[in-house]
């Protein structure tokens, strides 16, 4: 895609992030990008498409970034503080707004849930094999069920940033990284 | 509230659960519930009271419902299959679909998004007693962060929530509750 069109993708995400989706009109994303609406449409068939190349816009950028902060990652104490930093990006660049305000908007949407639905599935994935990496060699390896453990963890981290995007759970985010660190200090001391 | 109170929000729950919250006028909600729209006026003064009432309604009920099922389990074995077959009806009585309808919804009205928090704030404090009382006199009972696990479960049902109602992961939450049945046979064999 051209760098117009990267420059479409960046304002839908921050006028999803700032105004919400119900708010984000062809007008409010031409607007905050600093372009003519028609440049949506030059790039896009409609509002529906864009959504939906947003949606893997954040999530293809994301999970780059999770990949290189995470590749060569062993140690939980480590892995834990890696994802602590990824999620204060994610929540600053208002990835977790605009994501939220995606998933709850796919409910009215097919193709937008068929493309919540891809991405879910990509994440899972990556969630597996962090785990698989981190649960290696240790004594409860063959009791942890890892593509369950990687739903779950997906779930959580999207739940979390409802009630986030709420503001239903406000400092609770921080908290839940001291208390995973506290227990990944006790994980990394275990060795079979 | 009157027995008429009651039929409008029950059915204000089934027209969520079966039409979204976009469709979910008064004149629908009425239609479901087989009485006339001016009924609902009666009981609130408009849809957004309706809906915080909803919310509070299916909050209340499946409260006492999971408060009365596992009243008096200690064993993590009977509590998954507790846990399991209220999962079972929380899905088959329409509440998963209504609750994400409301929950996606509290994004774009403050007060439902108030009644949102209130009750995560209630369901939190619920998932933490039911957790000290898995963890009293494990081994593990001193590393285990009640208060954050507890909110991880709770972000962590309403993300599979969210995932289920949009089909994003859908035969997950029964092998989710196979994986934990599994875990918890374990941890009822632990004692201190």
Same mark, same amino acid.
């Given at each position: 895609m051209r760098e117009t069109g990267q420059r479409v993708l960046r304002a839908a995400v921050r006028t999803l992030s700032q105004l919400g989706y119900r708010k984000s009109t062809a007008r409010a994303i031409a607007a905050t990008g600093g372009f003519a609406p028609g440049v949506i449409y030059y790039h896009f068939a409609d509002l529906d498409?864009?959504?939906?190349?947003?949606?893997?816009?954040?999530?293809?950028?994301?999970?780059?970034?999770?990949?290189a902060e995470t590749a060569g990652v062993t140690e939980a104490v480590e892995m834990i503080a890696s994802l602590r930093s990824l999620y204060v990006e994610d929540e600053a660049e208002g990835h977790i707004s605009a994501i939220q305000e995606l998933v709850a908007a796919a409910v009215t949407s097919p193709r937008l849930a068929d493309s919540v639905r891809e991405e879910t599935a990509r994440w899972v994935d990556f969630a597996e094999a962090v785990?698989?990496?981190?649960?290696? =060699?240790?004594?409860?390896? =063959?009791?942890?069920?890892a593509p369950e453990v990687a739903s779950a963890f997906v779930a959580t981290y999207l739940g979390l940033e409802m009630l986030s995007h709420l503001h239903a759970d406000r400092t609770r985010? =921080?908290?839940?990284? =001291?208390?995973?660190a506290r227990l990944a200090a006790i994980i990394d001391l275990l060795h079979t």
């Open positions: 498409d864009l959504f939906v190349a947003t949606a893997r816009f954040i999530s293809e950028q994301r999970m780059a970034r999770y990949q785990i698989r990496r981190m649960i290696a =060699d240790k004594p409860f390896e =063959d009791l942890i069920p985010p =921080d908290q839940m990284f =001291d208390a995973a």
